[in-house]
């Protein structure tokens, strides 16, 4: 019994397998230059599309300006972290010295507290 059910099978196997090669032939062969041509095209136009919407897109935005630093501030008005005092300066740049501004020795004047004496 077995073996009429396994002749079975490999008829039906064998059958299909005839009717795959035999379309198989029959289907026309691939055209490989076709393939490659319309690719090209393709990629052709894809590209001409990308390029159109950059040209038409509008640039309304300038680039930003360069960075400049802003210049360093000469206020003897601000207190030190070491001194509350300006530093000492010679008697040639007194004139440009902003009213209340006292010229120092090297030294530091008796005016001059430390930090914690402030507190």
């Known amino acids: 019994m077995f073996i009429v059910l396994g002749g079975a099978v490999f008829v039906g196997m064998l059958i299909a397998l005839t009717r795959f090669i035999h379309v198989h ?18 990629q052709q136009e894809i590209w001409d599309i990308q390029r ?25 008005a601000k207190s030190s972290p070491v001194r509350s ?10 004139d440009e010295l902003p009213s209340g501004s006292t010229l120092l020795t090297p030294n530091y004047s008796s005016r001059e507290t430390s930090n914690t004496d402030r507190a």
């Open 25 to 42: 032939l029959r289907a026309p062969k691939r055209d490989r230059m076709a393939e490659v041509l319309e690719r090209r095209q393709v």
């Open 52 to 76: 159109q919407s950059v040209m038409i897109r509008p640039n309304y935005f300038e680039p930003a300006p360069p960075y400049f630093p802003p210049p360093p501030t000469y206020d003897f």
């Open 85 to 94: 005092t300006p530093p000492y300066t010679d008697a040639s740049v007194s």
